[in-house]
């Protein structure tokens, strides 16, 4: 059973960070594409970054308004996926989301929800003075 679970969500003020983690079971991390998105209170849910395993590194992909700004990696000795945030805005407080894309084959096709078929439960990110 493939399962999916974020943490390190929290409190912070503008312009601070926090790295939040999305730790896999249940499937070969190696393997798949991960995403994470965020869905804020009264909006749909949005594609953030995705990482897929082509390159030396893994290829990621970032929504125009975090670039520059957040990062993701992977660690699949450790079954884990990251996401480092920096200089986060209120416009940035949502509950945040891991999910293994659907096509299974190591690739980041979008950052279209409907490319994802199994999510964690959310982590709550709040950005507030």
């Known amino acids: 059973q493939v399962k999916l679970v974020e943490s390190g969500g929290g409190f912070v003020r503008p312009g601070g960070s926090l790295m939040l983690s999305c730790t896999t079971s249940?499937?070969?991390?190696?393997?798949?594409?991960i995403g994470w998105f965020r869905q804020a209170p009264g909006k749909e849910r949005e594609g953030v970054a995705c990482?897929?395993?082509?390159?030396?590194?893994?290829?990621?992909y970032y929504a125009n308004d975090v670039k520059g700004r957040f990062t993701i990696t992977r660690d699949n000795a450790k079954n884990a996926v990251y996401l480092q945030m920096n200089r986060l805005t209120p416009e940035d407080a949502a509950v945040y989301y891991c999910?293994?894309?659907?096509?299974?084959?190591?690739?980041?096709?979008?950052?279209?929800?409907?490319?994802?078929?199994?999510w964690g439960q959310g982590t709550q990110v709040t950005v507030s003075t």
């Open positions: 999910a293994t894309d659907l096509t299974r084959d190591g690739l980041c096709h979008s950052l279209a929800r409907q490319e994802y078929d199994t």
């Open positions: 249940g499937f070969t991390l190696n393997g798949d594409a």
């Open positions: 990482i897929g395993i082509t390159g030396s590194h893994g290829i990621t």
